[in-house]
């Protein structure tokens, strides 16, 4: 069929099955605006900042496991979302980013609202495309969706000179992708797969090391059975919230940085890491010379370059985690679980010695009480995003998550800002589900501005603000390494967070008590609105337990103790 | 980023020709604090790709995660790192035509070279030989003032 470049953008991504693309127009992607206008397959989300627009897609691509769609403009549209492709990139987050271009005869002029895209966004998307001619352009968004989504996942970019949306030619769109040189693996190889299995027989304090990779691989059943049939405890990173569930006798916790005592002391015991999906990032080993030291390590992990990147692996296997873990299952039919006992209660004794803890207050409300209490008033039905800084921290460690893709955060790049246009993916895509954004007095105001976007389209999504009047991550570091000296942290000037929501169209809740927090957070679910809720927090509360950046991870500064009764 | 346990490496990329692939290749690298000591490309004939050759340092693990990470991106068809190897470096010397000319077109041709250009003030001599070879012919042109030179990069072939 004959058609502009233009038209051939949306025909590809209805072909897509995409249902919503998150975007901001101007001068270079204009054409493709117009075709928007008169198209039916696709509704177009209009947010406030371009920013928001690729963590929108974001957010909708990490509901759902599909591929996000965003669409900006050339030059300062593209620079603005290039925060977004990056978030997504550090995460492998499945994701098309279609920029405008200026006119082919302008590349290379300093043309106005000319900026080299592919340049600047080559280090933070798994690949990206500046369109020569109309007659690749269909062949280009097949490979980019393709791209997207297949192997390790990622964010593309479609850079898209404006006289190309402009001009007619015949439009096919390809059945499939030829690219010779990208063979993703995904299968593991089953010798590799063999030996595993023999050492995960062999060892007595074996440890499962879940991350990101088993939500993206979406292989969390065939997880939990490994776990289930096999009786080794697991621990999660800060990206594989929910994968375990927070009710199973297997899952010690986050490990960490900011993980529990269980999780980081297994850890360091361990003789065996059962690697699945991660990749050994500094916030998670803590001193790599101290990580895992008596441990030999499985890394299943479908990069080959994140296998021996950081740790040396006794037994790499390149391929998807739910490929590899179904292999795995039958072979450990005859696992002898009792092996482990001693391991099991050994862990359990870690956990009752330094529970996940906070002492809670009368006089004020505690961080940790909020997303607690949270947890239990909407807990498995709700989908939790979040920004960057303690509150953050403080959701991973205390929400009861009980599936995958019901935690959304920023983990890879901590991009505050991230949380509120991520909850309008998120909510777009589960409109049932009610979304939450845990964040901050800081984050919150660094996309602001999508309050609007909420508003206009009616995404309800609910902005719990745990409000310490504090960039409270970065004044956590400086009470304790930095001899107590706030420099520029103190966010004691604030807006007034009611009349802020309200002047977007949305409902502002000030809450002081913990009455007033379940009463809002009613409120706030039967209004169906966008709203804030602002909670005034324990200012100079610290996100505990923590290892100091580089430390070894068993060397933890651990919470207060709770004295139980009967306890001295 | 050298240190004491770095080795000289030398890396062949197979590539599609794409307009970027160099450029993807070369800011992989800067990005990621790897070495480049020399790089040659150039068109493979009668296909669509391109033969990339990297001269480079580093310890093993670097060694490992350049490979992976030329991998990853997607033009990279194929990543050799040369251990067998036939490898050989050209270069071009320009000498003041008042210099010794019969000494140095003895020097040339002993590092499988020669004279290949005579004007009014300078004459221009060619050697293609192993690196360390060409190294020590470079070393040995001193002496008769080269005015310029220039070194094409190494090209590698596994034997
Ligand atoms: C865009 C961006 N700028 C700066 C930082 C560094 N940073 C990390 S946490 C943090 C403080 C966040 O404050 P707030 O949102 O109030 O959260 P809190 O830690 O107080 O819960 C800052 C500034 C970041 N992660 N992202
Ligand atoms: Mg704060």
Request: glycine share 8%.
């Amino acid at each position: 069929m004959q058609m502009s470049g233009a038209q051939m953008v949306c025909e590809a991504i209805i072909a897509e099955g995409v249902k919503t693309v998150f975007g901001y127009p101007g001068g270079a992607i204009m054409h493709v605006y117009d075709e928007i206008y008169k198209q039916n397959g696709f509704e177009h989300i209009l947010t406030r900042h371009e920013q928001a627009a690729v963590h929108a897609a974001d957010g909708y691509a990490r509901a759902t496991g599909e591929v996000g769609v965003a669409m900006v403009t050339s030059g300062p549209g593209f620079t603005n979302a290039v925060t977004g492709l990056a978030t997504a990139y550090m995460d492998s987050i499945p994701m098309v980013v279609i920029s405008g271009q200026v006119p082919l005869s302008l590349i290379g002029t300093d043309g106005f609202q000319e900026i080299d895209a592919v340049g600047i966004s080559r280090p933070c998307t798994k690949h990206n495309f500046l369109v020569r001619s109309l007659e690749e352009l269909p062949r280009i968004l097949k490979e980019a969706f393709y791209l997207a989504r297949s192997g390790r996942p990622g964010p593309i970019l479609v850079d898209i000179p404006k006289d190309i949306t402009v001009e007619i030619g015949e439009f096919k769109y390809p059945d499939s992708v030829h690219i010779p040189s990208y063979k993703p693996t995904y299968k593991g190889n089953n010798r590799q797969i063999e030996k595993a299995v023999e050492a995960i027989k062999k060892a007595k304090k074996p440890l499962l090391y879940i991350g990101g990779g088993v939500v993206l691989s979406n292989a969390y059943k065939l997880v939990r059975e490994l776990a289930e049939k096999t009786q080794i405890p697991a621990v999660e990173t800060l990206m594989a919230r929910g994968v375990m569930g927070a009710k199973n006798p297997l899952l010690l916790g986050m490990l960490g940085m900011h993980g529990n005592y269980a999780s980081n002391m297994a850890m360091s015991e361990t003789d065996l890491v059962i690697s699945l999906g991660a990749r050994f990032d500094d916030r998670v080993t803590g001193k790599l010379s101290e990580f895992a030291k008596y441990a030999d390590i499985i890394h299943v992990d479908i990069d080959p370059a994140n296998i021996a990147k950081l740790v040396d692996v006794d037994y790499p296997i390149v391929g998807d985690v739910a490929q590899v873990v179904q292999k795995m299952l039958p072979m450990l039919d005859d696992v002898n679980t009792d092996r482990y006992q001693a391991w099991r209660e050994i862990l359990k004794r870690y956990d009752e010695l330094h529970p996940q803890s906070y002492v809670d207050s009368d006089e004020v409300i505690k961080p940790q009480w909020a997303i607690e209490r949270l947890g239990e008033l909407v807990g498995e039905q709700a989908i939790i995003t979040s920004d960057v800084g303690q509150h953050q921290m403080w959701a991973a460690q205390h929400y009861p998550f009980d599936r995958p893709r019901q935690w959304i955060n920023s983990g890879g790049l901590g991009t505050m800002g991230f949380g509120l246009p991520a909850a309008i993916g998120a909510k777009r895509a589960h409109p049932e589900k009610t979304v939450i954004n845990i964040t901050g007095d800081g984050s919150i105001l660094m996309n602001v501005q999508e309050l609007v976007t909420a508003a206009e389209y009616k995404i309800p999504v609910i902005n719990v603000i745990l409000n310490n009047h504090f960039l409270g991550m970065v004044r956590q570091w400086q009470t304790f390494f930095y001899d107590k000296r706030y420099s520029e942290t103190d966010l004691s000037y604030q807006p007034n967070w009611k009349q802020l929501v309200e002047a977007c169209g949305g409902i502002g809740y000030d809450v002081t008590t913990k009455e007033e927090f379940d009463a809002a957070l009613q409120d706030a679910i039967e209004q169906d609105k966008v709203c804030f809720m602002n909670v005034a927090v324990n200012r100079f509360e610290n996100v505990l337990p923590m290892v100091p950046a580089g430390g070894a991870l068993f060397n933890m500064m651990l919470p207060p103790k709770i004295e139980k009764e009967g306890e001295k | 980023m050298t240190n004491s346990n770095d080795e000289r490496r030398v890396i062949s990329v197979v590539v599609m020709n794409e307009s970027s692939v160099l450029a993807r290749i070369t800011a992989l690298f800067a990005g990621r604090g790897y070495n480049i000591e020399s790089l040659t490309v150039a068109p493979i004939p009668y296909t669509d790709m391109s033969h990339i050759t990297i001269e480079t340092r580093g310890n093993a693990r670097v060694m490992e995660q350049i490979t992976k990470q030329l991998h990853k991106l997607i033009p990279v068809y194929k990543v050799i790192e040369h251990e067998e190897m036939v490898e050989k470096e050209m270069v071009l010397v320009k000498f003041p035509i008042a210099e010794n000319l019969s000494d140095i077109a003895a020097l040339a041709s002993a590092y499988n070279g020669g004279i290949v250009n005579v004007g009014k003030e300078m004459v221009v001599a060619q050697v293609a030989d192993e690196p360390k070879r060409v190294k020590h012919f470079i070393e040995a042109a001193e002496r008769y003032n080269p005015c310029e030179i220039v070194r094409g990069g190494v090209v590698a072939i596994e034997r």
